[in-house]
C-alpha cells in the first residue's frame, strides 16, 4: 500500500515544482496560478499523511508508587487468675483466642514535597485510623512539618507500633497505667529541627488533640482554644561510641487539660507528663545477630479538683536476636505507688481507678521463631505480682500468651 502512495505524492511535488515556475512567468495570471498551486499543495499534505502509520495515544503519566501491606496478630492467651486492670485494647485481656490486630498500611510519596502515611487498625470491633499524616521532604535548614492524626512525641514506646517492633504481645505496666491501650496520641501539627550539632540530635515539638482517655481528656469535638490542646516537647540524641555500637538517649515532656473537671478546663484539672528513655544496640561483627536494651521511665503529675495525685513508674527490657530465626526477651516492668496531696476528687469513677494511688510489678520473659521477615511464633510468659490500691494487694497473676504474626505486601519499616 505505502509504495504506491509514495508514488502519487512524489508525482504530486513534481506538479508542485514544476507549476511554481510556471506561474512565477506569467505574472498577468497571479489568481489562477495561486488557485492550482493551492490545489496541488492540498493534496500534496494529503498523499504524504497516508503514509504515516497510526500513532499510539499518548501514554498517561506513571503516578507514584503506593506501598500497601497489612499485618495481622493473633494470640491465644491463659490467665491463672483475673487479670489486672487495662483497658480493652490491643493487649490480650482474657482467656482463648484473640485478633489483636490487622494493620494496613498506605505509604507514598505525594509529589518532591510532601509524603503521605496512613494506617488503618482492623479489628472484631471495627475499624480505627491509628494513624494518618502528611510530611514535608524539602524544606531546608534541617526543619520538617507533620500533619494529621499521630502518636504523640512522647517516650519512645509511645511512638512505636509495639505489636510489630517490640519483643512482647502486651504494653508495659507505666505505658499501660498513664495512657491506656491506644496510647497518647491525636490530631493535630508537629514541627522537628536537627540541631546542628557534631553528633545526632533533633528536637520535635507538637499540638495535637488531648483525647487520651487516662491522662488527659478533651476530644476534638470540644476544643474552644489553645488551652484545650495537649503540647509535646522530645529532645532525641544518637551517638555511635564504636562501628557495633549505637546509643539513644531522649527527654520528653507534655502538658495538657484532664478529665477531672469534664470538658471544662481550669487550672484544676491539668497534667504533666515528664519521661527520660534510653535504648542500647550492639551488633554482632560478622552476623546478623544483635543484643539490645530499652529503658523508659515516666512520671505524671494530675491537678484535680481538691488536689493532686502524682504517680511514676519504669520499664526495661533486655532482647537477643541469636540469627535469622530465634529471638529471646525479657522485661521488668514497676508502677510506682504514687500519692495523692491534698483531697482530690474525680467525679468519673472508671477514670478515677487510673488516677488513684496504685504499686504493681511484673516481669516477663519471650521467645520468638522467625520463620521468615513474614511471619513469627512467639511464646511469652509473665507474672504479675498484683495491683496495690489503698493499702489492698491484689492477688498473683501468671499470664501465658502465644501469638503468631504474619505480614503482607511491601510494609516498611517502622521509626527507628
Known amino acids: 500500500m505505502y509504495p504506491s502512495v509514495s508514488a502519487r505524492a512524489a508525482v504530486a511535488l513534481a506538479l508542485l515544482c514544476i507549476a511554481r515556475p510556471a506561474t512565477a512567468q506569467a505574472p498577468g495570471d497571479d489568481s489562477a496560478a495561486a488557485a492550482e498551486r493551492a490545489r496541488l499543495e492540498a493534496e500534496l499534505a494529503a498523499e504524504l499523511a497516508a503514509t504515516q502509520p497510526p500513532q499510539p495515544a499518548p501514554a498517561p503519566r506513571a503516578s507514584l508508587p503506593l506501598d500497601l501491606s497489612a499485618v495481622g496478630t493473633f494470640v491465644a492467651s491463659w490467665f491463672s487468675d483475673e487479670p489486672t486492670l487495662r483497658l480493652p485494647a490491643h493487649e490480650p485481656s482474657h482467656r482463648g483466642p484473640e485478633l489483636q490486630e490487622i494493620e494496613l498500611a498506605l505509604r507514598s510519596n505525594i509529589d518532591p ?9 482492623l479489628s472484631l470491633g471495627g475499624i480505627e485510623v491509628e494513624e494518618a499524616y502528611v510530611t514535608t ?9 507533620r500533619g494529621g492524626s499521630f502518636y ?3 517516650g519512645r514506646f509511645n511512638q512505636q507500633h509495639f505489636l510489630e517492633v517490640t519483643p512482647f504481645a502486651d504494653i508495659p505496666l507505666p505505658n499501660r497505667r ?5 496510647q497518647l496520641r491525636g490530631l ?5 529541627l536537627l540541631l546542628p550539632l557534631p553528633f545526632y540530635a533533633e528536637l520535635r515539638a507538637a499540638s495535637i488533640t488531648a483525647g487520651n482517655e487516662l491522662s488527659f481528656g478533651v476530644p476534638a469535638a470540644a476544643i474552644d482554644g489553645l488551652r484545650d490542646l495537649l503540647a509535646v516537647g522530645r529532645l532525641l540524641t544518637s551517638f555511635d561510641p564504636t562501628e557495633r555500637l549505637t546509643l539513644n538517649l531522649g527527654l520528653s515532656a507534655a502538658n495538657g487539660p484532664n478529665a477531672a473537671g469534664g470538658f471544662l478546663v481550669t487550672d484544676e484539672n491539668r497534667t504533666d507528663l515528664f519521661g527520660a528513655d534510653l535504648y542500647l544496640r550492639l551488633r554482632d561483627a560478622s552476623s546478623v ?6 529503658a523508659e521511665a515516666i512520671f505524671r503529675r494530675a491537678t484535680v479538683p481538691g488536689g493532686r495525685l502524682e504517680q511514676g513508674g519504669v520499664y526495661a527490657w533486655l532482647s537477643r536476636r541469636f540469627d535469622r530465626h530465634w529471638e529471646a526477651a525479657f522485661r521488668w516492668d ?6 495523692a496531696i491534698g483531697d482530690p476528687h474525680v467525679d468519673d469513677a472508671e477514670l478515677a481507678r487510673f488516677l488513684a494511688p496504685a504499686h504493681q510489678q511484673r516481669i516477663g520473659a519471650s521467645v520468638s521463631r522467625w ?6 511464633l512467639r511464646l511469652q510468659a509473665n507474672r504479675d505480682f498484683g495491683l496495690e490500691t489503698e493499702g489492698a494487694a491484689g492477688a498473683a497473676v501468671t499470664e501465658v500468651f502465644l501469638q503468631f504474626q504474619f505480614a503482607m505486601g511491601a510494609h516498611g519499616a517502622h521509626p527507628f
Open 178 to 182: 498513664l495512657f491506656g491501650g491506644e
Open 113 to 121: 514535597w510532601f509524603r503521605g502515611d496512613l494506617f488503618l487498625a
Open 152 to 154: 504523640a512525641p512522647f
Open 137 to 145: 521532604l524539602a524544606l531546608p535548614f534541617g526543619l520538617q512539618l
Open 289 to 294: 545477630a544483635w543484643t539490645a536494651l530499652q
Open 371 to 376: 520463620f521468615s521477615e513474614y511471619s513469627r
Open 334 to 339: 514497676l508502677l510506682a505507688g504514687g500519692e
Open 188 to 192: 493535630g501539627a508537629e514541627v522537628s
